[in-house]
């Protein structure tokens, strides 16, 4: 596979992401790292070469050591927002997320070995909806109580925000 799809252009960034959910007992796993004080959700950025439906089998097996499924797509998400780690530090992203449900078996017990692009070591998180962690994406509080099988688009524009 190719580079992670993420291309500089002007000051910002445009990137492809996907994220799983992975959900069990009324609750979803989420991703955290030792660095940043919020949890994302599994998933990372599309390869160039690979399809949405290849990628989130790969991050949700990096992330997990489980090679799990796709149910079915369940969300576009299109964001604007500003990065917050080292390398894109106060940079404007443009991302676009392809979220998947994923089919989960019974026995699964995710293990997590997994590091972010910055060397901090990732965490998994079971969390409800009304955790009061912070957590992104932000509509996963209110769309996963009500899980649906088609597919939702949502926008997010932080820079309306500064």
Same mark, same amino acid.
């Not at 445009?14 to 992401?17: A, D, T, V």
């Not at 499924?69 to 797509?73: F, M, N, P």
């Not at 509509?139 to 009500?146: A, C």
């Given at each position: 596979m190719g ?6 252009i002007d000051d910002?960034l445009?990137?492809?992401?996907v994220?799983?959910?992975?959900m ?9 790292n ?7 959700s599994v998933?990372?950025r599309v390869?160039?070469?690979e399809t949405?439906?290849?990628a989130?089998?790969?991050e949700?097996?990096?992330?997990t050591g489980?090679?799990l499924? =796709?149910?079915?797509?369940g969300f576009?998400?299109e964001?604007?927002f500003?990065?917050?780690?080292p390398i894109?530090?106060?940079?404007l992203?443009?991302?676009?997320s392809?979220?998947?449900y994923?089919?989960i078996?019974?026995?699964f017990e ?5 590091f972010t692009?910055?060397g901090?070591k990732?965490?998994?998180i ?5 955790s009061k962690i912070?957590y992104?994406?932000e ?8 899980p649906s099988?088609g597919?939702?688009?949502?926008? =997010?524009?932080?820079r309306?925000?500064?």
């Open positions: 580079s992670d799809c993420t291309v500089a910002g445009i990137n492809i992401r994220g799983a959910i992975i069990k007992d009324n609750k979803f796993l989420m991703a955290g030792e660095r940043q004080d919020y949890l994302y998933g990372g390869k160039f070469g949405a439906e290849s989130i089998i790969r949700v097996y990096e992330e489980v090679k499924e =796709v149910d079915h797509l576009i998400h964001a604007y500003y990065g917050d780690d894109k530090e106060n940079k992203i443009y991302e676009i392809f979220y998947f994923m089919k078996p019974n026995e995710p293990k997590c070995e997994s692009e910055d901090s990732e965490r998994l079971w969390v409800t909806a009304d912070k992104y994406p509509f996963f509080r209110t769309e996963l109580n009500n099988d597919v939702k688009y949502i926008v =997010v524009d932080e309306k925000k500064n």
